[in-house]
């Protein structure tokens, strides 16, 4: 039986999200549900397949105004849950591990209340966007013919942080979490027998010094703004088989920056490593990029007004001292109004992100409700009852 947004506790609604999560790219059922969820809330537009499977909410106020575009994600992750509850995802390896469940039902939870009371003015978008986990989902949102009836004039987002206290805000003026992006190098050459190895073209010694080169290079390239890094994850050579000489190699790895002009730096300088390796061995090479997340940059007026937000409800809030390593594509959406992201610790003892059996606490939900309504609230006043 589909469940009635209006008549259901935000809990509730959440464990019937976390129960049926859905890959990057496959949230149509996922997408179905909010978008009829959205109607029964009475929102004045709703817009289905933004972006693939993206679906936006248009309340609209009395008077004119600025629109305000609250964010969450459809998608889930390739993870087996190993959580014993009775909502644990009924798909098999896959499952809602970055709390992505948590961040529509906080939306949901504002559709509800604008569904008993308007803003006083403009218009609140409330967008739900797939593919964030590939880091390609809001950019597809965004080159959707229908995006320039939606376009914010601020956008706001947030991610739940396990390890911080429970309801605790979190945000930072600029960069707020780091750009990525997964280099894969394939290096081609010529098998030769293993009693012969001088007839071929191994790859082996390239693929060592790429392998060195690439770990050595943050150190070279340094940035004031932050993090720079190289994570090597995964490296190649040849075919299990003895009585061979390789003529082929792999190496993959996640460049990590803290701001996009670095990224850049950083991405040319491992091309060009890659290719004066191949070169001296005289082999030819592949190179592909795959997650592309640019940085999240949040305005400092933005942070200001989540600041004052959450300080007029009470809730803790704290000042990041630098970027988060983990990557997020809101940085996308940022450039299309003035917004920012924000945090809401999730519990010291919660889970990590992306652990089989994380679960995004229900006693966060009405306070994530709580702030993103005092946004929209902010932004385009409250209306009388």
């Known amino acids: 039986m589909s469940l009635s947004l209006l008549d259901t506790p935000l809990a509730e609604i959440r464990h019937a999200l976390h129960a049926a999560p859905e890959l990057s790219g496959d949230e149509s059922?996922?997408?179905?549900?909010?978008?009829?969820?959205?109607?029964?809330?009475?929102a004045d537009r709703v817009l289905r397949g933004l972006g693939g499977h993206g679906v936006a909410g248009v309340f609209r106020g009395a008077e004119p105004g600025p629109r305000v575009m609250?964010?969450?994600?459809?998608?889930?992750?390739?993870?087996?849950?190993?959580?014993g509850t009775a909502w644990r995802s009924r798909h098999d390896a896959v499952a809602h591990s970055c709390g992505h469940d948590g961040h529509m039902s906080a939306l949901l939870g504002v559709a509800q209340r604008l569904a008993r009371q308007r803003p006083r003015s403009g218009e609140v978008v409330l967008?739900?966007?797939?593919?964030?986990?590939?880091?390609?989902?809001?950019?597809?949102?965004?080159?959707?013919?229908?995006?320039?009836?939606?376009?914010?004039?601020?956008?706001?987002?947030?991610?739940?942080?396990?390890?911080?206290?429970?309801?605790?805000?979190?945000?930072?003026?600029?960069?707020?979490?780091?750009?990525?992006?997964?280099?894969?190098?394939?290096?081609?050459?010529?098998?030769?027998?293993?009693?012969?190895p001088e007839q071929g073209r191994s790859p082996a010694m390239a693929m060592c010094r790429i392998l060195q080169g690439l770990k050595r290079l943050p150190q070279q390239l340094p940035d004031d703004l932050g993090l720079v890094m190289i994570t090597l994850i995964h490296a190649?050579?040849?075919?299990?088989?003895?009585?061979?000489?390789?003529?082929?190699?792999?190496?993959?790895?996640?460049?990590?920056?803290?701001?996009?002009?670095?990224?850049?730096?950083?991405?040319e300088a491992s091309v060009s490593l890659v290719r004066a390796e191949a070169e001296e061995e005289q082999l030819g090479v592949e190179i592909d990029w795959s997650d592309v997340f640019s940085a999240t940059v949040n305005a400092p007026a933005a942070v200001e007004v989540i600041e004052s937000v959450a300080g007029s409800l009470d809730m803790p809030v704290h000042?990041?001292?630098?970027?988060?390593?983990?990557?997020?594509?809101?940085?996308?959406?940022?450039?299309?109004?003035?917004?920012?992201?924000?945090?809401l610790g999730s519990g010291e003892q919660c889970r990590p992100l992306h652990h089989p059996a994380y679960d995004f606490p229900d006693e966060l939900l009405e306070r994530a409700v709580d702030?993103?309504?005092?946004?929209?609230?902010?932004?385009?006043?409250?209306a009388s009852a």
């Open 29 to 42: 059922r996922t997408a179905t549900r909010v978008a009829d969820w959205l109607e029964q809330a009475g």
């Open 70 to 83: 609250l964010r969450a994600e459809l998608d889930g992750l390739p993870i087996r849950e190993a959580a």
């Open 127 to 196: 967008l739900f966007q797939p593919a964030e986990e590939t880091g390609d989902g809001a950019g597809r949102i965004v080159d959707a013919a229908a995006f320039a009836e939606i376009r914010p004039d601020f956008v706001y987002a947030m991610h739940n942080l396990p390890g911080r206290p429970l309801g605790e805000v979190s945000v930072r003026p600029g960069a707020f979490s780091c750009a990525s992006r997964g280099l894969t190098v394939r290096l081609n050459g010529l098998c030769a027998h293993a009693a012969h």
């Open 236 to 267: 190649r050579l040849g075919e299990v088989a003895f009585g061979t000489s390789p003529g082929q190699a792999e190496v993959m790895a996640t460049l990590r920056t803290a701001s996009d002009d670095m990224m850049r730096a950083l991405a």
């Open 319 to 343: 000042r990041l001292d630098e970027a988060h390593r983990w990557s997020e594509d809101f940085g996308v959406l940022l450039a299309c109004g003035e917004g920012a992201m924000f945090t």
């Open 371 to 382: 702030l993103f309504h005092g946004l929209v609230e902010h932004h385009l006043g409250r």
